[in-house]
């Protein structure tokens, strides 16, 4: 059973740093690409981050580019993120997600098959 | 970047109602569009990808249409326990992002 859990969410101050965590199990981690997507109180859903299988290739939403960082390790079958300079506005539940890939002959075509369950980060003094 | 627009924002139904849900992009993204189920205090669940392959465990009541811009998820008869917020979400671009969701609720 496919299984991603979240943790290291917590109140922090602005201008503060958190470091969250996703310990995968149930497939083979290092085959797929992940993603962090966050959703504030109330609001709906917003791409954070994403990272490749082998790390290759990192993407950042504007919103958070220049003070998140993304990483796994493969052999701890980990995903982080690393969050610094924190603002108010980055208050959300923060789920880690599972990019898959179908493929219609020669198309590849993305989607989240699998979410943890969300840890809640508060930024506020 | 690419952006994407719900409608509408919340719409009300009954069990048994037909309920059909809008997602426009900014852009032609092709069948790069998925949707997601998201009920309060869960995280997002998938249920179409590719703008219209159903995943696997999702009842068939449940179906997406369209390509280029525009694109429509259908629930052809709303069950009690359909009643949740949906998201599209557009897989063309690297940097994802999803519709800002429409509400379902009981009328």
């Known amino acids: 059973e496919v299984q991603l859990v979240e943790s290291g969410g917590g109140l922090v101050k602005p201008g503060g740093s958190l470091r969250l965590s996703c310990a995968a199990s149930?497939?083979?981690?290092?085959?797929?690409?992940m993603n962090w997507v966050r959703q504030a109180p109330g609001k709906g859903l917003e791409w954070v981050s994403s990272i490749s299988s082998s790390s290759s290739y990192i993407y950042y939403a504007d919103s958070v580019k220049g003070r998140f960082t993304i990483s796994r390790d493969n052999a701890k079958n980990s995903l982080y993120l690393q969050m610094n300079s924190l603002r108010a506005e980055d208050t959300a539940v923060y789920y880690c997600?599972?990019?898959?890939?179908?493929?219609?002959?020669?198309?590849?075509?993305?989607?989240?098959?699998?979410w943890g369950q969300g840890t809640l980060v508060t930024v506020s003094s | 970047d690419i952006q994407m627009t719900q409608s509408p924002s919340s719409l009300s139904a009954s069990v048994g109602d037909r309920v059909t849900i809008t997602c426009r992009a900014s852009?032609?993204?092709?069948?790069?569009l998925n949707w997601y189920q998201q009920k309060p205090g869960k995280a997002p669940k998938l249920l179409i990808y590719?703008?219209?392959s159903l995943q696997s465990g999702v009842p068939s009541r449940f179906s997406g249409s369209g390509s280029g811009t525009d694109f429509t998820l259908t629930i052809s008869s709303l069950q009690p326990e359909d009643f949740a917020t949906y998201y599209c979400q557009q897989s063309y671009s690297t940097l994802w992002a999803f519709g800002q969701g429409t509400k379902v609720e009981i009328k």
């Open positions: 149930g497939f083979t981690f290092s085959s797929y690409s």
């Open positions: 590719a703008a219209s």
């Open positions: 852009q032609s993204i092709s069948s790069y």
């Open positions: 997600a599972r990019e898959t890939e179908y493929y219609d002959i020669l198309t590849g075509y993305s989607h989240f098959d699998y």
